[in-house]
């Protein structure tokens, strides 16, 4: 894997972004960002546990996966990997996937150094290299689907590896802080675009070419998504903030999460045969 080459990007706005570029844009921009990253959220995400959101909300507690034992799982947009070692250590056989290779640099020097390694691809989530109906569940803690430009590809592929009777739980930003300021102050308590306009975020260099790139889906456009790929939607999860949590993350704060929701964790099953 090549060695990151950080990304300074000249302007953000709202604009375009092709599947193409949104690929290049992200996969650079985690490259580069997750030294970064890693050196701010490590506190937050840990090495081997499964934090679904900045709530705090983790499947220890929430349990949204069911039994994990001897079950084969992938997450999608793993990063570091900290949710599959956890995964790992509950006797779960767990392979992780991510675009950026920057972040999987971090998942094998992690595992090496817990001693909890585990299989990684490098690979888009629109095109995962897994046979079908390979494996029994498959999750996604704030990986990949908003880093895409058609997450419907994400969520056909994901029912496609799936075996009958599988799960796929996956949480993203709540649709609904799309018409919000990303500040987690009394600044971001103002509506100030419309939720409906889904023209992408994207932050571009001097020549305009993208650096990284964000796509907004509504609430009902996540469950066409995941309907029309042959999964059934069996609930939305919305983390509260939990309490005595001080800590911001991001746009993530306890003002906010005290008035809105920041997170929806979609728990969807592929029908039995």
Partial sequence: MDEPQEVRPSGVGYRPAGPAETVRANRRWWDADADAYLATHLVDIGEADFLWCPEGLTEDEAGLLGPVRGRRILEVGCGSAPCARWLRTRGAEVVGLDLSGGMLRHAVATGRR???????????????????????????AFGAVVFVADSAQIMREVARVLRPGGR?????????????????????????????????YVEFDDSGTPTYAEHHRTMGDRAREIVAAGLELRDVVEPEWSPGRTREWGQWSPLRGALMPGTAIFVCDKPPR
């Fill in 168 to 200: 796929w739980v996956f949480a993203v930003t709540h649709p609904m802080r799309w018409a919000f300021p990303d500040d987690p102050g009394p600044g971001g308590l103002t509506v100030d675009r419309s939720y409906f306009d889904r023209t992408p």
């Fill in 114 to 140: 817990t001693g909890i390694e585990i299989p990684l691809i490098l690979a888009d989530a629109c095109a995962i290299p897994l046979a079908d109906q390979s494996v029994e569940l498959a999750c996604s």
